[in-house]
């Protein structure tokens, strides 16, 4: 079977940008957060990087491939706010999504 991390990535991929909190990934897997939360730490992980690594994975290939604006890219891996997805992309990557763009251009 496939492992619980992996599901809940593919979950995560197909909900975003929308509610990707613990407990909604945990009812789409028909089970309650906090047996979500432990089964997770049983595999080594979290809901949080479980997340994050997929809005990273994601957010990376859509400013490599779509051309699309770092605000929409920010919206498409669930950013309420451009400025959250700014500070956070600088502290995932290093740089900003304008600096992890042309880099990747060049």
């Known amino acids: 079977p496939l492992a619980l991390t992996e599901r809940v990535r593919g ?3 197909d909900t975003l940008p929308d509610d990707v909190g613990l407990e909604s990934i945990a009812r789409r ?3 309650s957060g906090r047996t979500l939360r432990r089964r997770l730490e049983a595999e080594g ?3 949080s990087e479980v997340v994050d690594g997929v809005r990273i994975s994601l957010a990376r290939k859509l400013l490599r491939e779509e051309g699309l604006s ?3 890219v920010s919206y498409r891996v669930g950013f309420a706010q451009s400025t959250g997805f ?3 992309f600088k502290r995932w990557t290093g740089r900003t999504p304008a600096e992890y763009r042309r880099r990747t251009e060049e």
């Open 11 to 13: 979950l995560v991929l």
């Open 29 to 31: 897997l028909r089970m």
């Open 45 to 47: 992980t979290t809901h």
């Open 70 to 72: 770092p605000d929409e």
């Open 86 to 88: 700014h500070r956070a």
